[in-house]
Every structure is written in structure tokens, then in C-alpha cells.
Nanobody
Framework: QVQLVESGGGLAQAGGSLRLSCAAS????????MGWFRQVPGKEREFVAG????????SYADSVKGRFTISRDNAKNMVYLQMNSLNAEDTAVYYC????????????????????WGQGTQVTVSS
């Protein structure tokens, strides 16, 4: 089992940056593909970015491509989401998630692929 704790959310101005962090418990972190999702009240949770268990493959939603970067440090059991050029549409609760992965380069964008979820961290972008 994996426990996930997000941090780094807060208030940012449009055009600014934030870096989200997700700390994972357990000794098998390197066997999980990781992802970031976000949710706005009244809307479904949506995929933002994913990374393979090796870190060698990544995937992004079109809305964040070129602005957000997902990375991981398996030695520290951490995954990060660097968010640049933020805009008001990025305002949401951001969730870190872990997916059991049998293949080193698999990246998952479907919410149903993920087994473990963090509690979420609020990101608010003021325009």
C-alpha cells in the first residue's frame, strides 16, 4: 500500500509558477507509475500529467503541455509537478495518484488506472 501526501499548493498570480510535491510512503515506490490530476468544483477530475515508474516516459494533457513538467525522484519517494505560466483556468484541487505498473515505460491518463490517491492540494491563480 502507498500513502501519498501533496504539498506546495497555494496562491499564485497569472503568469507565475508553483511547484507541487508528492511524498509517497513505502519501499516499492519505484514500481508505481505516477500521475497528477485536478478537479474544479462541479466538474469531473481530469488528468494533468503522468510519468512512468522509471521516469523515462511522460504524458501531459493538451491544456498544460509546454507549461507543466512532471518529474520523480525514486530515491526520495517523491514526484513533482512544476507549473509555469499559470492562468486562472489552472485553479483547482490537485491530486497525486499512484498506479500499479508492470511495464517500466507505461504512463496512464485514465483515472481508473490509479489505485492510490492523495488528499489534494489547492492551487488558486489570480488574474
Amino acid at each position: 500500500q502507498v500513502q501519498l501526501v501533496e504539498s506546495g499548493g497555494g496562491l499564485a498570480q497569472a503568469g507565475g509558477s508553483l511547484r507541487l510535491s508528492c511524498a509517497a510512503s513505502g519501499r516499492t515506490f519505484g514500481t508505481y507509475a505516477m500521475g497528477w490530476f485536478r478537479q474544479v468544483p462541479g466538474k469531473e477530475r481530469e488528468f494533468v500529467a503522468g510519468i512512468s515508474r522509471s521516469g523515462g516516459s511522460t504524458s501531459y494533457a493538451d491544456s498544460v503541455k509546454g507549461r507543466f513538467t512532471i518529474s520523480r525522484d525514486n530515491a526520495k519517494n517523491m514526484v513533482y509537478l512544476q507549473m509555469n505560466s499559470l492562468n486562472a483556468e489552472d485553479t483547482a484541487v490537485y491530486y497525486c495518484a499512484a498506479a500499479v505498473s508492470n511495464y517500466g515505460f507505461s504512463v496512464y491518463s485514465r483515472e481508473a488506472s490509479y489505485t492510490y490517491w492523495g488528499q489534494g492540494t489547492q492551487v488558486t491563480v489570480s488574474s
